[in-house]
């Protein structure tokens, strides 16, 4: 596609380099896992423009805090926008003026409407974060965790109307660790598209990729999560408590009212027995446990309200009125 090197072999490869820088990208993103998606673009081609989602209130002061893609692009001295909505006018006149050739996105939050999906010539490109058609929508990677998926991975994808729902340019998978986590799955997963958008973003310019259609009938979604979604239900068997806390690290994070404030909890495993009670507290190997409808809950790292987190044996010595099973 576009232009052509002659010449040479050794003088091939600095030209194609050339070319790719050449490319005007622009990216759309905005959590931490988009930050080496962003850095591997900054690297390779000529990025013009970032939008991101805008500052939010954050921690316990509410702060209002930029998202992580927006510090890093001002860092790389690219123009920001934070457009409340990408279809207001003055966001799509943005676009246009920086007259992309190719627009790459990874969690970014909003949905692309057809006229930004048409704007630059060679289309929309995202990395998402599960083998699609497996996980489409917001939340794959804790969507992963939660029904216990052994493996997931990374596709890029051609994007269209559709919420992921786009041809796939290339996949690669990757295995789920037992004591993986929503933050550590996605660091890794992050990575893994970096590398993976590294290798594909060449050959699909050069128009040396066929996309491929998604089997819809494999399709599965993963909803956006919502902070009420953390809350413990001890009458679920521990296992899947177990996945919750996993799942929800960081945020929102999984947790259970005690003395009438929530009661986090950052790491618990599965403690195996037949005979439990749903919500009876109890002490496991010199740790804080709860039962559930079928074995109980360790609580390996807590965080009671209004304190720091803590070892789950470290809570138990100044823990009032916790109950003692075992």
């Known amino acids: 596609m576009g232009r052509s090197c002659s010449g040479p072999a050794h003088k091939i490869i600095p030209c194609v380099k050339i070319y790719l820088m050449s490319i005007r990208i622009v990216f759309m993103g905005s959590p931490a896992f988009a930050l080496p998606i962003l850095n591997i673009l900054a690297r390779d081609y000529t990025v013009v423009g ?8 954050a921690g316990r002061g509410q702060v209002l805090t930029p998202p992580p893609i927006k510090e890093l692009a001002v860092n790389l001295g690219v123009p920001v ?7 207001e006018p003055a966001a799509i006149q943005q676009l246009q003026d920086w007259m992309p050739d190719l627009i790459v996105v990874a ?3 909003q949905i692309l409407r057809q006229v930004v999906l048409d704007l630059p010539l060679l289309g929309c490109v995202n990395v998402h974060a599960s083998l699609l058609p497996r996980w ?13 998926d052994s493996s997931t991975g990374i596709t890029i994808m051609k994007m269209d109307a559709g919420v992921d729902t786009g041809a796939i340019l290339s996949q690669r998978a990757l295995l789920i660790n037992a004591n993986d986590n929503g933050e550590s799955l996605s660091e890794r997963l992050a990575e893994l598209g970096a590398g993976l958008l590294a290798e594909v973003l060449p050959r699909y310019i050069a128009g040396k990729i066929t996309p491929q259609p998604q089997d819809e009938l494999l399709a599965t979604g993963a909803v956006m999560i919502r902070k009420e979604d953390g809350l413990l239900d001890f009458t679920q068997p521990a296992e899947i408590l177990e996945r919750q806390v996993r799942a929800y690290y960081y ?5 259970f009212m005690w003395q009438g404030a929530p009661f986090k909890v950052l790491r618990a495993h599965v403690y195996s027995e037949t005979e439990t009670f749903s919500g009876q507290e109890g002490i496991i190997q010199k740790y804080p446990a709860v039962g559930t409808n079928k074995g109980w809950l360790v609580l390996d790292v807590v965080q009671p309200a209004g304190k720091k987190p803590m070892a789950g044996n470290v809570f138990l010595r100044g823990a009032v009125n916790w109950g003692q099973i075992k």
Not at 50 to 57: I, K, L, N, S, Y
Request: net charge positive; proline share 14%.
């Open 50 to 57: 970032v939008v991101t989602q805008p500052d939010r209130p």
């Open 81 to 87: 926008i934070q457009p409340n909505r990408l279809r």
């Open 107 to 109: 969690a970014f939050g």
């Open 136 to 148: 489409r929508g917001a939340a794959p990677v804790q969507a992963a965790i939660l029904s216990g």
């Open 251 to 255: 945020w929102p994070g999984a947790y």
